[in-house]
């Protein structure tokens, strides 16, 4: 049976257990940006974003008979409308071909904190697209005010890796993946609505590897084998299980239980506890600048969301 496009709201009570989900989820992305880093600056670009494609793709494989029988994937590929399969496809391709080949190309050359500081601006990308693109947000005084606070304090966080990093050009490359992730956000609702989160994902996930094929082959004669450690493996398999599957399926559950605002509050702890986390392990020292530009992104985007 073919899907009809209806749309079911549900309820979502607060409880403990969207918190803690969430609390996770935002643990896992910080540790991502910093774990991640070892796997960026030792594998080639093109080969690690493919192996993390087709990663993540064989592990929601093993999960679709799960989420067929638990009921979150209701309808198969070919049961899809034609319409719904293409915005599938322009999902994946925002969301994983760009946006992961970008977020791991700079993170190579970026620090751990830049990189938690600029993505924590993705709800202001959703907003200036919905303004001057989609004609659903207003401006306002007060999002105006939110948004200068939270720009300034990336502003003080490009100062401090350009300090502090030998690479600093990576983050124009963050910057274009968070644009692409913003995109990614304003196609995904309509689908998400009508599919359910897990279903999207598990898709995109899947279109995501196809489209990365060329990349997977493109890097593996790129890559210079010698330089791969066991601790870049290991940050690899962090991309892969933590980044884009245990932290989905967190969020998801805690979706289940919290409103978006609720859930944005743990997103905005993302650069916070990235920073604290890099210079906890000593990657990157936390100077004054990169402090105070934590405190000002995270307060300019919890103002934002109000």
């Known amino acids: 049976m073919r899907p009809s496009g209806s749309v079911n709201v549900v309820a979502k009570p607060s409880s ?105 601006l993705t709800p202001s990308v959703v907003f200036w697209l919905g303004v001057s693109v989609f004609g659903r947000e207003k401006v306002s005084t007060s999002k105006l005010f939110a948004l200068a606070m939270a720009y300034i304090g990336v502003v003080l966080a490009l100062w401090h890796n350009v ?38 994902t598990s898709y995109v996930m899947l279109i995501g590897a196809l489209l990365h094929t060329p990349t997977l082959i493109g890097g593996f004669f790129r ?28 969020l998801n559950a805690g979706l289940t239980q919290l409103t978006p605002t609720q859930a944005a509050l743990y997103i905005n702890l993302q650069p916070i506890g990235t920073a604290a986390l890099a210079a906890g392990i000593g990657q990157e020292p936390l100077s004054w600048q990169l402090g105070v530009a934590a405190l000002l992104t995270t307060g300019g985007m919890i103002l934002f969301r109000r």
């Open 163 to 200: 300090l502090h990093s030998a690479h600093g050009w990576g983050w124009l490359l963050i910057l274009v993946a968070v644009g692409f992730w913003g995109w990614y956000l304003n196609f995904s609702p309509p689908m998400i609505e009508r599919l359910g989160a897990l279903a999207v």
């Open 16 to 120: 403990w257990v969207g918190h803690a989900a969430l609390l996770g989820q935002t643990a896992i992305i910080c540790g991502g940006y910093v774990i991640g880093r070892e796997a960026a600056q030792r594998f080639d670009p093109l080969l690690l974003t493919g192996l993390r494609a087709w990663g993540s793709a064989a592990i929601y494989l093993l999960l679709w008979p799960f989420f067929k029988r638990k009921g979150y994937i209701a309808y198969g590929w070919s049961d899809l409308p034609k319409s719904w399969q293409k915005r599938l496809f322009i999902i994946a391709i925002l969301g994983i071909f760009f946006n992961q080949l970008l977020f791991n190309w700079g993170l190579r050359y970026t620090t751990a904190a830049t990189t938690a500081l600029i993505y924590a």
């Open 223 to 250: 890559q210079s084998w010698a330089t791969l450690t066991p601790g870049a493996w290991v940050s690899l398999g962090y991309l892969i299980v933590g980044m884009s599957v245990l932290a989905y399926l967190l």
